[in-house]
């Protein structure tokens, strides 16, 4: 669909989501009013009403002011977590134009010369770094992250006119199909999101199915086998290892990694720094570096883009660190994701305690993948685990965070509620480096439980 000229508003259902804040700070740019709901206020609502934007938190028909009555001149774009509610019946009712986030985004991307990244792990801080780079650059682009980039605070990046646009690749409700990328990267296709796509097969498929998508070269993790790919300009990238780019002889100090680029021409690129921690993100700034070589971005400008990367909220986010005791946030909710987390974290904390503090997110991810949330858990040293957090779920029979406990290994492992934390980090009289592990509402809390570790008495 195209956005009928009449169209002068935009609502968002969902306004808060990182995806939706995105496409709402776009349209903020372009000069649309912007209104929007979300169920709980957000540093990210928060800075969408600094820009402009009218966003509230009640989800009645009553909220729709005046102006935003008139159907012909507002489209409203929805996300598929909010599948119910008083507001979305209301625009149904009224026969306001309804548009899915995914579609909204393909018709934006769609427009430009493309660059997405997919993955069920890292394409985050790849589609971030790789955003920096072209912005750093001084290319005509816009991005759309999925994490607040520390570097501008913001998830939403535009410089001059675009021609080219960077977007994350969503596998959620099959999103990721409505892009037509000119370039593109994989870092990694594990089965994920099982209550839409139903077995790990059709999941695959769906990747199989993106890959036929990228137009002009596609970029792909070398965990991945690049045969069930159909793509005649494909080639690999991975650390050490056997792959056509390849990032080795790897070291970090304390402000981050140093690496070399070898390319499947023989060239390398000899000490390469980037500016952030996690094992990880040195495979995830590979991609990127490689995407933006793709779109014609130089070597120096590259090599200053990675060495000035702050990082995302979020991911591999160290809160505080004293040599006692430390903090650190990080999204994960996968097993392999919560796997690459725990490795950076031996890597970085060598030899020092490392406790997870886990919430878990969703019912069905939790039930598909009980064992492997135990296993990955287990490895820690001590393991706290928080209370299932249902986002769009209802709760599913039987389906709790106990059954996480009894699962895991050892005897450092226990059941808290989110409120008991503060006294149990006050209490807590071990050196250790703390965990806050998943993608619900537990950062929250992170602020009040950094300055509990710096000061115990408090």
């Not at 009645?60 to 509610?85: C, D, F």
Request: glycine content about 6%.
């Amino acid at each position: 669909m195209m956005i009928d000229k009449k169209v002068d508003r935009i609502f968002f259902l969902g306004i808060g989501g990182i995806g939706m804040s995105a496409l709402a700070a776009y349209f903020l740019h372009l000069g649309y009013k912007v209104a929007g709901f979300d169920r709980t206020d957000s540093d990210i609502c928060q800075m969408l009403k600094r820009a402009g934007a009218d966003v509230f938190f009640n989800d009645s028909a009553e909220m729709i002011k005046h102006e935003w009555r008139n159907t012909n001149q507002v489209l409203v774009i929805y996300t598929p977590a909010i599948k119910q509610g008083a507001l979305l019946n209301y625009f149904k009712e009224k026969g306001y134009t309804l548009s899915k986030r995914a579609n909204m985004l393909g018709l934006i991307f769609n427009r430009y010369k493309g660059l997405a990244v997919a993955g069920t792990h890292g394409k985050t801080t790849t589609s971030a770094i790789l955003s920096h780079i072209l912005f750093v650059a001084g290319f005509p682009m816009a991005a759309f992250v999925g994490g607040v980039l520390k570097n501008y605070n913001a998830n939403f990046l535009i410089n001059a006119n675009p021609e080219w646009v960077v977007a994350e690749a969503d596998e959620f409700d099959r999103s990721f199909l409505q892009l037509e990328p000119k370039y593109a990267v994989i870092t990694a296709a594990d089965p994920d999101h099982l209550d839409i796509y139903e077995n790990a097969e059709n999941f695959k498929q769906a990747f199989i199915d993106f890959s036929g998508k990228v137009k002009e070269y596609l970029l792909v993790s070398n965990t991945l086998d690049r045969k069930m790919f159909k793509n005649s300009n494909l080639y690999t990238y991975g650390i050490e290892g056997n792959a056509d780019y390849s990032a080795k002889n790897i070291k970090f100090d304390d402000s981050g990694y140093i690496f070399d680029i070898h390319f499947p021409d023989a060239q390398v690129w000899e000490a390469v720094k980037l500016g952030i921690f996690g094992i990880i993100n040195v495979q995830n700034a590979l991609a990127a570096t490689i995407l933006a070589i793709q779109a014609g971005v130089e070597q120096k400008d590259i090599r200053e883009a990675l060495g000035t990367f702050s990082g995302i909220r979020r991911r591999f986010d160290i809160w505080f660190d004293n040599g006692k005791m430390a903090l650190v946030d990080d999204y994960a909710h996968h097993p392999q994701e919560i796997l690459a987390l725990y490795k950076g974290l031996r890597h970085i904390f060598a030899g020092r305690k490392l406790v997870a503090i886990f919430q878990p997110h969703l019912y069905s991810r939790t039930r598909d993948f009980a064992n492997e949330f135990a296993d990955v858990l287990s490895l820690f040293d001590e393991q706290v685990v928080l209370p299932i957090y249902p986002a769009r779920e209802m709760p599913i029979p039987g389906v709790e965070s106990i059954m996480l406990v009894e699962k895991i290994l050892g005897n450092n492992k226990r059941l808290m509620q989110k409120s008991e934390i503060s006294a149990y980090l006050a209490e807590y009289n071990r050196t250790a480096v703390f965990v806050t592990i998943g993608a619900g509402d537990i950062d929250k809390e992170l602020e009040k439980w950094c300055q509990i570790l710096k000061n115990p008495t408090l």
